[in-house]
């Protein structure tokens, strides 16, 4: 069979039409899939990554289906994959995999959209001794197993050597603190004879994708409450918190011209592309993952750059600070072969193949046992550094709250408007806490309802 029949089953399987489904769940429930070549259980995974990322959990999949003759698991990458899974389990017809984002473990958790997947830990043995001390938090959900991993990043500084010596800076001595990081933005910004930008050194928002972690490089937080549990309240308004913030537009977008730098900023092409500030040379400097030696590899292989831990406010030598993620795997919620699906995802959490998918990721496993080939082999030059600071006290992520979605937007906006000199930290961040506080109150008004009705509270 072709690889194109192969996706047009899976369409059929994991899709089906949604009516049918519904009234035939209702009456008989979901039954398992079986291919009709050799009587195997059909797992439906759908997963988000596209491009080389998808290529490597393709072959962890083949070498699944390769391993045993009981069950064959169809890969289909899902565009929207969010908003999809979660119409598919409303509709009683979700795939029996899902590859979700951090984020997804305290939204599905508390919506009972996805399986406990404690077999992981009775069966398979994989407690959450098995998983790097940072990592434990992704996968378990106010006292039970709610996800495993997939893959795993953490946050470095990503600087280009060779625009550190044109500025006159040591190529291997990246800074350290906030300070440093303005200095060492200031020498490597380039300006044209007409005053417009050529180069820059460094943008808090460039890329815009973690606003939320400079409060932790600045030694405070965007949540109250530990991150790891479902409690907590939004703090963005907090005066330290807007300190951070203060702080950062003063030492990095003060000096150059919030108009400047945003104009400055529209000419950066994609992320994945030759066009990516850092690639081509136009950003000296960026927060990035583990995942940014693949774009590089591909794209911009002769770049000279280096990489170290996040120059933070209080610069301590033994605790760099680093925001970690993860890409997780979760069984909804009334799929149709959880046993089935379940040993697909304990298969992904051995070494062997958690290993391959890493390399081919360019990132660390998150495994506390790794075999000395991995390390060996591993073509991203910086993944010690990476898995360092996800291995120290210094490693922090996102609240584990099933708010964090709609806080996030908000947090985005108000950073946004900040670093673009279109208002202060402190009228942008409280109208951010304003609107956050409401949907706590409405989340927390939800659980009281479902425990008086004998639910989990």
């Given amino acids: 069979m072709s690889e194109s029949d192969e996706m047009s089953l899976t369409r059929r399987a994991a899709l089906g039409t949604v009516a049918a489904a519904a009234a035939g769940f209702a009456l008989f429930g979901p039954r398992p899939l079986r291919d009709p070549r050799d009587g195997r259980t059909l797992v439906t995974y759908w997963e988000k990554w596209t491009g080389y990322e998808a290529d490597a959990m393709r072959a962890t999949v083949r070498a699944f289906n390769e391993s045993q003759d009981r069950i064959r698991v169809r890969f289909l990458t899902v565009d929207r994959l969010d908003q999809k899974a979660k119409i598919a389990i409303a509709a009683h017809d979700p795939p029996d995999v899902l590859g979700v984002w951090t984020h997804n473990l305290a939204e599905y958790s508390e919506s009972g959209s996805a399986e406990p997947l404690d077999d992981l830990i009775d069966t398979y043995g994989l407690g959450d001794s098995a998983y790097l001390p940072a990592f434990r938090d992704f996968v378990n959900y106010r006292g039970r197993r709610m996800a495993a991993l997939a893959s795993v990043s953490s946050c470095l500084l990503y600087y280009n050597r060779q625009a550190f010596a044109e500025a006159g800076l040591d190529p291997d001595r990246p800074p350290r603190t906030f300070d440093e990081l303005a200095e060492f933005a200031r020498k490597l910004t380039v300006e044209s004879p007409d005053g417009e930008l050529e180069r820059i050194g460094m943008h808090p928002l460039e890329p815009p994708w973690w606003p939320w972690s400079w409060a932790h490089y600045g030694g405070e937080s965007v949540w109250s409450g530990p991150a790891d549990r479902s409690g907590g309240r939004p703090r963005i308004a907090d005066d330290a918190v807007v300190g951070v913030y203060d702080r950062l537009y003063r030492l990095l977008i003060e000096p150059h011209g919030a108009d400047r730098l945003n104009r400055f900023l529209q000419g950066n092409g994609p992320y994945n592309s030759t066009d990516n500030g850092f690639l081509s040379g136009r950003v000296a400097m960026v927060m990035q993952g583990a995942f940014l030696a693949n774009v590089i590899d591909r794209h911009a292989p002769n770049l000279d750059y280096g990489a170290a831990a996040m120059p933070v406010d209080e610069y301590t030598p033994d605790r760099p600070r680093g925001a970690i993620e993860a890409d ?29 998918l890493a390399l081919a990721h360019r990132k660390f496993s998150p495994l506390t046992e790794v075999s000395t080939a991995f390390a060996e082999e591993h073509p991203n030059p910086f993944i010690d550094d990476h898995r360092a600071v996800a291995s120290g ?26 670093m673009s000199g279109r208002s202060t930290a402190r009228d942008a961040f409280a109208l951010a806490q304003s609107r956050t506080e409401l949907r706590v109150e409405h989340l927390e008004r939800k659980r009281r309802v479902r425990a008086s009705r004998g639910g989990i509270g």
């Fill in 393 to 418: 006290p210094g490693a922090f992520h996102i609240p584990l709250s099933p708010i964090w979605t709609e806080y996030r937007a908000e947090l985005n906006v108000a950073v946004n408007r900040v």
């Fill in 328 to 356: 997780l795997l979760m069984i909804p919620k009334g799929c149709r072969s959880p046993e089935a699906a379940m040993e697909f995802v304990a298969f992904t959490q051995r070494r062997g193949p958690m290993e391959s």
